[in-house]
């Protein structure tokens, strides 16, 4: 498949990384072509890797991934619906694995109030690309957990989110070959809400833990 991603910072590399090494054709986008960052990931990660601009990922992935700050999503996907055309990413499926943290305060980062309770960026996402099939996943774990879940003893779970069926079927599948097992269908879009209100938690957790490398495990 061609996938692309959209950021070079850690968890756009460790996604990116991952899915070139299970022989995916994957671009990472950042705002210019030839970012040091971006050239460097696609130096290292084998030939079935490249980079360019935002526009450039969006283009050419089947499925994009969105692995950028979340005070940033918007702007971005806003820009980037006009320079690439409503038409390119029509029924294009978009994976958003992040979270809407204002990292100008200090940590633990707190929740942009714009989006959080009744609204969620997985929902402003689904607006900024309404011909697109936005799906939300991945927000809840670290980014190397992300595609190596057996960092993690024993088995743990992952959530998705979005509004259509077959394209939470398709991420289902990239998730399954990082190793995940059955992830949880928690509905729509706006169940983006609940995980991203995850994220205060996680960050705790974190402190408390001191390492990035846990998860949730649900039981009934």
Avoid at 28 to 39: F, I, L, P, T, W
Avoid at 126 to 140: E, H, M
Wanted: net charge positive.
């Amino acid at each position: 498949m061609k996938i692309g991603i959209l950021g070079t910072g850690a968890v756009g590399k460790s996604l990116g990384t991952k899915l070139a090494s299970l022989g995916h054709e994957v671009k990472m986008g950042s705002r210019e072509a030839g970012n040091a960052a971006g050239a460097a990931w696609a130096k290292n990660a084998g030939g079935k890797a490249s980079e360019g601009t935002f526009a450039d990922a969006a283009d050419f992935g089947e499925m994009v991934f969105i692995a950028l700050r979340g005070d940033v999503v918007l702007p971005v996907l806003k820009a980037l619906a006009k320079s690439v055309g409503a038409k390119k990413v029509k029924g294009k499926i978009f994976v958003d694995v992040s979270n809407p943290l204002d990292v100008s305060k200090p940590l633990p980062f707190p929740a942009l109030p714009e989006l959080t309770n009744t609204n969620s960026l997985g929902e402003e996402v689904q607006k900024a690309l309404p011909d697109s099939l936005v799906v939300k996943a991945l927000n809840t774990v670290n980014c190397e957990v992300m595609v190596n879940p057996s960092l993690v003893n024993g088995d743990s779970d992952l959530f998705i989110c979005g509004n259509d069926a077959g394209a939470k079927r398709k991420v289902v599948d990239v998730l399954r070959s990082f190793g995940w097992t059955d992830p949880i269908d928690l509905g729509d879009i706006t169940n983006a809400r609940g995980t991203e209100s995850l994220m205060p938690i996680w960050m705790r957790l974190w402190g408390y833990f001191k390492t990035p490398h846990f998860n949730f495990k649900m039981v009934k």
